[in-house]
């Protein structure tokens, strides 16, 4: 009979006898810290083997869809350069099926040497205007695209918050840069305090926007 360890393995009792016949089952055992009436989203994840039922929001997949469909239809590739959604971006087109012939690669450039490292913007770009402006978003749109194979890119460079924000600078501001074809844009948004994970997905709406937009101009 099959029983679970502490980790979740199932072992046939043929197993602890015979090593050779051992047939192991990955099920999942029960997460003990989920907190009974705690957000379900994080209980979910660490109990069950197929996640939550939906890992963004509606509109967010439906966005990331139409920019993986209409890259397809023009036979473009994309690249991302994140900062302050540190993947999430990425993570919205890969969810989508047959993204794979689409998104090139991801950069997360979340500290100021990685901008500088893997997109090549300049330390005196960040000094002089900050990593949150629009001359380092548009650097790094432009390195993304310099530094991979992809004819289209954005950029994201923010205050995601709770903390950072100044007068000039406030939680919820963020820069954007996309690139293809048709040319460079940018578009700068103040979000206001959504909180943390608001500014963050709002960042990832406009971005997939941007991307539409360079694909479709």
Do not use: W
Request: net charge negative.
């Amino acid at each position: 009979m099959a029983t679970p360890n502490r980790i979740g393995v199932s072992r046939s009792g043929a197993a602890e006898s015979d090593p050779e016949s051992a047939v192991v089952s990955l099920m999942p055992a029960p997460y003990a810290g989920a907190v009974p009436g705690a957000p379900l989203t994080l209980n979910r994840l660490a109990a069950l083997s197929e996640g939550p039922d939906r890992m963004f929001p509606a509109d967010i997949e439906t966005l990331a869809r139409q920019v993986i469909e209409a890259a397809l239809a023009r036979g473009l590739t994309v690249v991302t350069a994140e900062s302050c959604t540190g993947g999430l971006l990425a993570g919205a087109l890969t969810a989508v099926p047959g993204s794979s012939a689409v998104v090139e690669r991801g950069f997360v450039t979340y500290s100021n040497a990685a901008k500088t490292e893997l997109l090549g913007v300049s330390d005196a770009l960040i000094e002089e205007y900050g990593a949150v402006s629009e001359p380092v978003a548009r650097a790094m749109a432009d390195g993304a695209v310099a530094r991979s194979p992809a004819d289209v890119s954005v950029s994201v460079t923010g205050i995601a918050g709770p903390g950072g924000g100044s007068t000039d600078k406030p939680v919820g501001l963020v820069h954007f840069g996309a690139l293809g074809p048709s040319g460079a844009v940018h578009v700068g948004r103040r979000f206001g305090d959504l909180g943390r994970e608001g500014v963050r997905l709002a960042s990832v709406r406009v971005a997939l926007g941007l991307l539409l937009d360079r694909i479709s101009a």
